[in-house]
T-cell receptor, first 112, second 113 residues
């Protein structure tokens, strides 16, 4: 059973469009991270959120942590081809010890 | 500041063989975690080492074992390889055990035939 469910699984959009990807769970997370992974590479940390309701911005990327700390979203404004990649959410719960629990990811393709 | 490095990049092994994968942590980080990422999946936690001791383990059999050395580099050993062990193996380092911000290496792609 996947602790974190990500949607959509795949997304193909054109340059300039906006998009939102979601990360949902029935568990409460102490913290949640978003990573981007390119083919053949390791995940690269984008952001960490720890407080319910928290919103963080990283240039054109906006991350939100749900009030109950069970879900998160990533919104990209005016997507560019360089945003192409696999977006993974990961989090730790009270019971997960030192393990990060990852979702399966959202594969994003942005075409010119 | 040196990032996380892993070797080798790619590896092909035969079922039943043993393999050792290596990882050098980011400078200043004393904790290393290993993850297995099968095709189309997110990374799955294998175990974590802190100060040369196993600090936590995911749902992986004992044939997956590890070591951490005094310089905080680490090895992942897998015995009696199975076809399902084919995956990208990722090493991640963090400043402290329990630090939720982990920094990943590029991974080792293992293919078992």
């Amino acid at each position: 059973t996947q602790l974190l469910e990500q949607s959509p699984q795949f997304l193909s959009i054109q340059e300039g469009e906006n998009l939102t990807v979601y990360c949902n769970s029935s568990s409460v997370f102490s913290s949640l991270q978003w990573y981007r992974q390119e083919p053949g590479e390791g995940p690269v940390l984008l952001v960490t959120v720890v407080t319910g309701g928290e919103v963080k911005k990283l240039k054109r990327l906006t991350f939100q942590f749900g009030d109950a700390r069970k879900d998160s979203s990533l919104h990209i404004t005016a997507a560019q081809p360089g945003d192409t990649g696999l977006y993974l959410c990961a989090g730790d719960t009270e019971n997960s010890g030192y393990a990060l629990n990852f979702g399966k990811g959202t594969s994003l393709l942005v075409t010119p | 500041e040196t990032g996380v490095t892993q070797s080798p990049t790619h590896l092909i092994k035969t079922r039943g063989q043993q393999v050792t994968l290596r990882c050098s942590s980011q400078s200043g980080h004393n904790t290393v975690s290993w993850y297995q990422q099968a095709l189309g999946q997110g990374p799955q936690f294998i175990f974590q080492y802190y100060r040369e001791e196993e600090n936590g383990r995911g749902n992986f059999p004992p044939r997956f074992s590890g070591l951490q050395f005094p310089n905080y580099s680490s090895e992942l050993n897998v015995n009696a390889l199975e076809l399902d062990d084919s995956a990208l193996y990722l090493c991640a380092s963090s400043l402290l055990a329990g630090d939720y911000e982990q920094y990943f290496g590029p991974g080792t792609r293992l293919t078992v035939t």
